[in-house]
């Protein structure tokens, strides 16, 4: 192994391998002489398989898996889908460095392995003997593409205990969000699913959920008549699963739906204290995911809306109209992703909350006919 002579901090650069010599070529980079000073403190550090399959953008993830592999060290195997390169296959093998409490380094083993669309169908066989046999493994599904349909994904999905995947990049398109929302309920019942979309939704979910307790607002919830959901450019999925949170939380089910050619996504719910109608409204410009939310309730008599807007980063407003309400502001980090996936990398247990608000997202699009 190498270090750079101001951090001494161990390194290996992607060496180009052969496929069939991996294995071999991993256990290699531990036993290459270490610098001087390192020798005593290189730490081999491994606490899953990260499978990440991902298009192009290849090399700008893989800017990302230092951050990733900092909180939570992994075996990463990187499967990137290109054509235009000379070979089939082309495989790299890498170890990335960091250092540690107490002065150790701790490295975590790195494989680029890169197909053409002729030899995508070789890449399970190919992870398959690389995954460390008594550890967890995820597979972050970073190709962006439908979860329905893709053989790649159902013969990927079987060496994982975990699904990672981001339901932003579906895109817009009900046709096609609809069956990725319906794989990834099936998946449910035999893996730990997370979307990272669902991660971002968090700071509308504390800021609808303070507005709304009843010790803020008392008896709004049992009132509400009219959700309405704004979003831009890759925000339907992530507005699917906010009107489901709010639908299986408050025991709300769909009767019907419907999507005529000039209208949004709309529904009818039957709640236990009447109907509740639901509209989810794209917007062509502007700043992509959900823009705004309003909820419209009725009680004693007056009529309130609650509008709820992301007015900058790190920054979600609520104000309302019909009823004295000090506006209230929430403030968060916004994490970028590879902080997401990490933090879920460390989180294998089962999220009920979001399980039932899959559900529910499911349902809604399945009642929205297209």
């Known amino acids: 192994m190498s270090a750079g002579a101001e951090s001494q901090i161990a390194s290996v650069p992607p060496k180009p391998v052969n496929v069939a010599a991996i294995e071999r070529e991993l256990g290699r980079l531990w036993d290459e002489p270490t610098p001087p000073d390192a020798a005593a403190h290189v730490t081999r550090a ?40 000379r070979d089939d296959l082309e495989a790299f093998v890498s170890a990335q460095c960091y250092l540690g409490s107490g002065g150790r380094q701790v490295c975590s083993e790195h494989v680029m392995v890169q197909a053409r669309a002729a030899a995508m169908t070789r890449l399970p066989s190919i992870v398959r003997p690389l995954l460390i046999g008594d550890l967890p493994t995820t597979l ?120 005529p050619p000039t209208s949004p996504l709309t529904w009818t719910l039957q709640s236990a204290h009447g109907g509740v109608n639901a509209a989810v409204h794209h917007l062509p410009n502007g700043e992509e995911g959900i823009r705004t939310v309003t909820i419209r309730y009725a009680r004693g008599g007056r009529v309130a809306r609650l509008r709820f807007a992301h007015r900058a980063a790190g920054f979600w407003q609520a104000t309302a109209d019909g009823i004295e309400m000090p506006e209230r502001r929430y403030t968060a980090p916004v994490p970028d992703r590879a902080a997401l996936v990490a933090q879920q990398l460390s989180e294998l247990g089962r999220n009920t909350l979001f399980q039932e608000t899959l559900t529910m997202a499911r349902q809604l699009a399945g009642t929205a006919p297209t």
Not at 56 to 84: K, S
Not at 225 to 249: K, N, T, V, Y
């Open 46 to 85: 491994c606490m899953s398989n990260l499978v990440v399959l991902c298009g192009a953008e290849a090399d700008a993830l893989a800017l990302e898996l230092p951050a990733i592999v900092r909180q939570h060290p992994a075996r990463i195997l990187l499967l990137a889908t290109v054509d235009n390169q």
């Open 140 to 259: 972050w599904w970073a190709a962006g593409g439908s979860l329905a349909g893709d053989d790649l994904f159902e013969e990927l999905i079987p060496l994982a205990n975990q699904l990672v995947y981001d339901s932003a990049a579906w895109g817009d398109a009900l046709p096609r969000v609809a069956p990725s929302l319906e794989r990834a309920f099936a998946l449910l019942h035999h893996f730990v699913v997370a979307d990272l979309a669902w991660h971002r939704l968090q700071p509308w979910l504390h800021l609808i959920s303070e507005t709304l307790d009843p010790g803020a607002l008392p008896g709004a919830l049992e009132s509400i008549s009219e959700i309405s959901i704004e979003h831009g450019a890759r925000g339907l999925p992530p507005a699917l699963l906010l009107a489901g949170w709010l639908a299986s939380r408050l025991g709300w089910h769909p009767t019907s739906g419907d999507t």
